[in-house]
């Protein structure tokens, strides 16, 4: 009778065993096959050549950055943890000290690590705010002066990056009113004549209609 307990309790233990094996593997195939997806996505990202943030005082160097990876995130399909691990395995130097220590912080804190929070820390240590008061400042006070249309325009693009509501949907009025103040007298009587609703259009059409020497 014991005999049969015995070699019963054996066989239950043995299918036990069998089945804590399975799992295990089934565990381990899956725990791989997330580090493919892992290594697939960081390949994926990596094709897409994003620039190193080394640190250091470059505010513009770190909005370009930042940006650079705004642009790669929209034609990856990432969430919130995922772009945080990609953006911050291309920090070095300087960056990567910053976030090591900047990271623990906020973990110790218990606040999630959200895309939206890695860029206002990030921003906040290297294009601070007196930095983003003095660019924005240098965009509302840019002036044609010496420069062709095509390079006032160009400037006005790059520097209405650091004046983000200009920029909103609700304000192309109020970019185009600007963007005509700042043109020298003879080419801004052109464009009050003219009345166009869009700065790339405007640029176009006055580029066309200018021929060298015309208008001062």
């Not at 930042?66 to 642009?71: F, G, L, V, Y």
Request: charged residues 30%.
């Amino acid at each position: 009778m014991n005999g049969r307990n015995d070699d019963a309790i054996a066989a239950a233990l043995t299918v036990v065993a069998q089945v804590l094996a399975q799992a295990q593997g089934n565990g381990g195939h899956g725990q791989e096959d997330q580090g493919d997806v892992e290594k697939r996505r960081l390949d994926r990202f990596m094709r897409n050549k994003p620039p190193t943030f080394k640190g250091r005082f470059d505010p513009e160097g770190a909005l370009t950055w930042k940006e650079s990876m705004e642009r790669i995130f929209l034609a990856m399909v990432t969430n919130d943890d995922q772009k945080v691990r990609l953006a911050t395995h291309i920090l070095a130097e300087e960056a990567e000290y910053w976030w090591t220590s900047t990271k623990r912080r906020i973990e110790a804190s218990g606040d999630a690590i959200t895309w939206v929070r890695f860029k206002n820390e990030f921003l906040k240590k290297y294009f601070p705010k007196d930095m983003r008061n003095k660019k924005e400042a240098e965009f509302l006070n840019l002036k044609q002066g010496s420069m062709s249309v095509a390079e006032y325009a160009a400037k006005y693009e790059e520097f209405s990056r650091f004046c983000p509501y200009i920029n909103a949907k609700d304000a192309m009025d109020s970019k185009c009113v600007k963007f005509e103040n700042g043109l020298r007298p003879k080419i801004y009587q052109l464009s009050v004549s003219m009345r166009l609703e869009t700065l790339t259009f405007w640029c176009i059409s006055v580029a066309c209609l200018m021929t060298p020497g015309r208008l001062g």
